[in-house]
């Protein structure tokens, strides 16, 4: 038997892969027919595309919770039809949007791979081009009649990433993304190869979409200094429900009482608070310091090695789902889709 040719969509929202510049020299998105003409070998690639646009692209910096649920319809109206999802977005907050959407989507059985470029597609020095085919090419690979990635990635200057490992580091190299906590999953280079153990496969079939996300969430990030009444006004933000912390290290935070006494205050009336490190690579470990036992002691919950992109949305994820504040810390620490690593640690 012949096997079916593969089906792609893209979906375009927007970035600087489309942008053009104004008479005035700066950069604003513009309409997506024109994008694929940039591309002219995209009509040799052997698999069906088809394409869809954000009636208005943006600039990613303008991406929301309701921007992301109407990705997650899109691609759920589709799933059946096509074996896999390019997504093209603004670097800028792609990080944030992969990690929304490996939360969003449960049970996922096909590639939904996030792409985009530091200089537009008409530039000659683009990176798009090279990043939009490298993306089709991964997301339409095929093992066993099967998708061979089944999770939401990011593609970049030849590296395939987990989407909910990843941040933007660099403004302006085209290799813009780390991943620092987990390995690439794929490269890209005269070959493309494929890291499969790396991979998540889920065992489950049916696609679950989740649309509610709960954005009453605050960072507080640490900085030698920081006072307490600028604390204490975040935790005062009317119908908040979870802060995160960005801690020093692996995880630590001033031993102030006054500072402890407000996050204490807070979690006892039912804030959630968890601990994210302001270190890229490594775990948060809580009580390994002074400076951090205290955190633990009161109930501030460990991110563990998680980015901030993951445990912001992870959060949005959670708290939309409605569940009790104990679920939702124990759930917190788990890897719900391989946006941590859970093995056992003594902190
Ligand atoms: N400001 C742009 C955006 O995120 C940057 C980019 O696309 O890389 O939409």
Redesign the pocket.
């Known amino acids: 038997m012949k096997n079916k040719r593969t089906s792609i969509l893209i979906i375009y929202t927007?970035?600087?892969?489309g942008?053009i510049k104004n008479k005035e020299g700066v950069?604003l998105?513009f309409n997506f027919d024109n994008l694929l003409n940039f591309i002219p070998l995209i009509d040799e690639f052997d698999a069906d595309i088809e394409s869809v646009s954000f009636e208005k692209p943006?600039?990613?910096?303008n991406f929301n919770p309701g921007l992301w649920a109407k990705l997650v319809n899109i691609i759920g109206d589709n799933y059946e039809k096509f074996d896999g999802f390019v997504i093209l977005?603004?670097?800028?907050?792609?990080a944030f949007t992969a990690s929304a959407l490996s939360f969003m989507f449960e049970n996922l059985k096909k590639p939904i791979i996030l792409t985009?470029?530091?200089l537009p597609i008409g530039l000659l020095r683009t990176d798009g081009r090279e990043n939009i085919i490298a993306a089709l090419e991964l997301a339409a690979l095929q093992k066993n009649n099967e998708p061979l990635i089944q999770e939401v990635c990011i593609y970049f200057e030849n590296n395939l990433y987990r989407g909910n490992r990843t941040h933007k580091y660099n403004t302006e190299n085209f290799d813009?993304f780390i991943s620092p906590n987990y390995p690439i999953l794929a490269k890209a280079g005269t070959n493309i190869e494929v890291f499969e153990d790396k991979i998540i496969k889920s065992k489950l079939d049916f696609l679950i979409t989740h649309t509610n996300l709960c954005n009453e969430i605050a960072v507080v990030k640490f900085f030698p200094g920081i006072q307490v009444k600028t604390i204490s006004a975040v935790f005062q933000t009317p119908d908040l429900k979870a802060v995160i912390l960005e801690t020093y290290g692996s995880g630590n935070a001033p031993t102030d009482t006054d500072i402890i006494n407000v996050i204490k205050d807070n979690i006892k009336k039912g804030i959630i608070v968890l601990n994210l490190s302001q270190c890229q690579a490594g775990n948060v470990q809580q009580g390994k310091y002074a400076t951090s036992l205290k955190l633990k002691e009161i109930g501030v919950i460990s991110g563990k090695d998680m980015t901030t992109e993951a445990g912001i949305t992870k959060m949005m994820y959670l708290l939309g789902q409605n569940l009790p504040n104990k679920k939702i810390e124990k759930l917190l620490g788990l890897s719900l889709r391989g946006e941590l690593s859970d093995e056992e640690s003594k902190y």
């Open positions: 927007g970035g600087t892969i942008m950069l998105p943006i600039d990613s910096s977005t603004g670097s800028d907050t792609m985009g470029s530091q813009a």
